[in-house]
C-alpha cells in the first residue's frame, strides 16, 4: 500500500521559514510527477509546487522566489523549503505522487493526510 507522509509544518511567524517533507514508500515502481498542494479555509485545492523525475520544476505564481521544491529519486521525498512566508501562505499543504505501483494497474495519483501550516502577522 502506498502511503505518503508528510512533516515539518506548524506556526511561524511572518518572513519566517519552514521546510515540508514527504516520503513515499510502499509497493513504489516509480515516480513521475511529485509535488505541493495547499488548501485555504473556505478555498479550493491549489498547486504550490511541483517536480518531474528529471528535475523540472512549475512554481504558482505567488510562491515564485520564495519556496523551492527539489527532490531525492533514491529515497522518494520531496521537501519544499518555505522562506518570507506570508500569512496568505496559511493553510493545509498536502504532498502529491504520480506512482507507478507494483499491483501493475498503471500510474496512479497518491496524497498525503495533510500538514497545517500557519503564519502569522
Known amino acids: 500500500q502506498v502511503q505518503l507522509v508528510e512533516s515539518g509544518g506548524g506556526l511561524v511567524q511572518a518572513g519566517g521559514s519552514l521546510r515540508l517533507s514527504c516520503a513515499a514508500s510502499?509497493?513504489?515502481?516509480?515516480?513521475?510527477?511529485m509535488g505541493w498542494y495547499r488548501q485555504a479555509p473556505e478555498k479550493q485545492r491549489e498547486l504550490v509546487a511541483s517536480i518531474s523525475r528529471g528535475g523540472s520544476t512549475n512554481y504558482a505564481d505567488s510562491v515564485k522566489g520564495r519556496f523551492t521544491i527539489s527532490r531525492d529519486n533514491v529515497k522518494n521525498t520531496v521537501p519544499l523549503q518555505a522562506n518570507s512566508l506570508k500569512p496568505e501562505d496559511t493553510a493545509v499543504y498536502y504532498c502529491?505522487?504520480?506512482?507507478?505501483?507494483?499491483?501493475?494497474?498503471?500510474?496512479?495519483?497518491?496524497w498525503g493526510q495533510g500538514t497545517q501550516v500557519t503564519v502569522s502577522s
Open positions: 502529491h505522487a504520480e506512482i507507478y505501483h507494483s499491483d501493475g494497474l498503471g500510474f496512479g495519483d497518491y
Open positions: 510502499g509497493g513504489i515502481v516509480s515516480i513521475q510527477t
